[in-house]
């Protein structure tokens, strides 16, 4: 039941108006759901107008470019979630049975997460009586974290917890950490001389890009041990990256947790560790993802397979 419309309201209740709003409450711009949507933004402000105005109560207000939203309209998201989420479990409970080994659990990716940790992370959840299908898919945290948001995602496997510029609500789980471990090409690693790390001051440097989590504290390391490696080029992609250095254009890092994976698969040295850096992996999902067997599967998997090539 929803306390806060009478009778005469609720018969007009238009759903369509209440998954817009909810989609922007969400989110937390309209801009934002206008893309989920597929509709305009000017479309999306005259829905929430019409919705604003049938229920006789302001739900937004403007605070300077940014939307936010009042008492009433936090009152409304909180049932808007229980509306949506008890859709979501009807159509669980419709699929049970035989059917249910088609049902997709969907994982988001950021571009800046090493794909060999994502799958060793997630392998096990192939191997579960009944796990579903697995779809996975490969964005910006910020594109991934908004889809999570309206439930088109139930998982993000991240670099980092939720950035806090996101007005997105969900729930940040550290699965793990590794050190970093400095890679290049055999040929490259014979022309650097002198001991690790003094042998990367001046040496060519594939640096992580800003959507990298470490990225600052790596800049950082470099600064405290006096070493300025000659950045030849910056790579959000951590597969571009691991291609880039096996063809010896530079040195780069990656965590060691798969360090022995990276020598193998792209015939590269390790030169050494850097242990006071570290790469964090996070499940980022909302609150009813928790228990899911999928989720289950992945976090009893993380520690192990985060510290078996590093020990």
Known sequence: MIDFLDETTMTDLNYKHLRYFWMVGRVGTIAAASK??????????????????????????????????????????????????????????????????GLPFRIGIPDSMPKSIVYRLIEPALHLERPGRLVCRESPLPALMAELAVRRLDLIIADRPIPPNLSVRGYS??????????????????????????RLHSAPFLLPGE???????????FDKQRIQPDIVAELDDSALMKAFGQGGAGLFVAPSAIASYICAQYQVRALGE??????????????????????????????????????
């Open 36 to 101: 989920l949507l597929n509709v305009t933004p000017h479309a999306i402000s005259a829905q929430l107008a019409s919705f604003e105005a049938s229920l006789g109560s302001t739900l937004f207000r403007r605070v300077g470019r940014r939307l936010e939203m009042t008492e009433a309209g936090e009152r409304i998201l909180g049932h808007a979630d229980e509306i949506f989420a008890l859709g979501d479990q009807i159509v669980e409970t419709l699929r049970d049975g035989a059917q249910r080994r």
């Open 173 to 198: 789980n550290l699965l793990g950490e590794s050190t970093l471990t400095v890679f290049g090409s055999p040929a490259l690693c014979e022309r650097l001389h002198g001991g690790f790390p003094a």
């Open 211 to 221: 959507d990298v989590a470490f990225r600052g504290a790596l800049m950082q390391w």
């Open 274 to 311: 850097i242990s006071s850096v570290r790469a964090q992996i996070y499940a980022i999902t909302t609150e009813r993802r928790l228990n899911h067997p999928v989720m289950e599967a992945i976090r009893l998997q993380a520690a192990a397979a985060l510290q078996a090539d590093a020990q």
